[in-house]
């Protein structure tokens, strides 16, 4: 397949339509759950859950934005990473940067205590993000460092249990580890629980002007 010219900014996170999803069979699991038929230790996170696998073709046909490739997704939010260009997180004595949905009305304190499968992001990538992407603008957003966070569970597809063995549900969903559901469910995303946050000025982090 023949690589498509490179948008100006394109996701270090986000698949590619080169990057075939895996079709593998599933099979029950001999610890109860799911597992492939051809599993290796690899299709493991050390939590013991099964991930969902993509081809690695970054750069091949088309950046599909917003549908995160599972294995980048989850390397950057393991080792906090920014979600665009890979690089380490803008980080300083407040925390790490996020990039947000505007939600403050959900609860008060928001966004502590908030789960997300948005991994972290530096300054630049930030502003250029912001600046960029549709849905945040259509949305509104903000800007949060958070002194603390850790991975909590994954974000996927759900499998439930049947005569002919496992069946693919049409429910995705948060599932936290060490919970039962983890036994069953085909992750896709990483989550992380952000703690102890302090909004910011996203121009003032890059030192520009809007």
């Excluded at 950046?63 to 995160?68: A, I, V």
Aim: hydrophobic residues 35%; charged residues 25%; contains cysteine.
């Amino acid at each position: 397949m023949k690589a498509l010219a490179r948008p100006d900014v394109v996701p270090y996170i986000s698949a590619w339509s080169g990057e075939q999803p895996y079709r593998r069979p599933m099979v029950y699991a001999p610890q109860g759950g799911i597992a492939y038929a051809d599993e290796t230790p690899a299709d493991r996170d050390r939590h013991g859950v099964l991930w969902n696998g993509r081809a690695l073709a970054p750069g091949v046909g088309r950046p599909e934005f917003g549908n995160p490739h599972p294995q980048r997704h989850r390397r950057a939010q393991q080792r906090m990473l920014c979600q665009v260009c890979q690089a380490p997180a803008g980080d300083d004595p407040r925390g790490v940067l996020w990039l947000l949905e505007d939600r403050r009305d959900d609860w008060a304190g928001w966004p502590n205590e908030l789960l997300t499968a948005h991994p972290p992001i530096c300054p630049p990538c930030a502003r250029a993000t912001r600046n960029m992407c549709p849905h945040l603008s259509a949305v509104g957003h903000v800007a949060v460092r958070a002194r603390s966070s850790e991975v909590c569970g994954v974000h996927g597809r759900l499998w439930v249990p049947s005569g002919l063995g496992p069946v693919r549900s049409s429910k995705r969903d948060y599932v936290a580890y060490g919970t039962p559901a983890a036994r069953w469910v085909l992750a896709g995303q990483l989550v992380r629980s952000l703690h102890d946050c302090t909004f910011v000025d996203l121009d003032r982090e890059t030192g520009e002007r809007p």
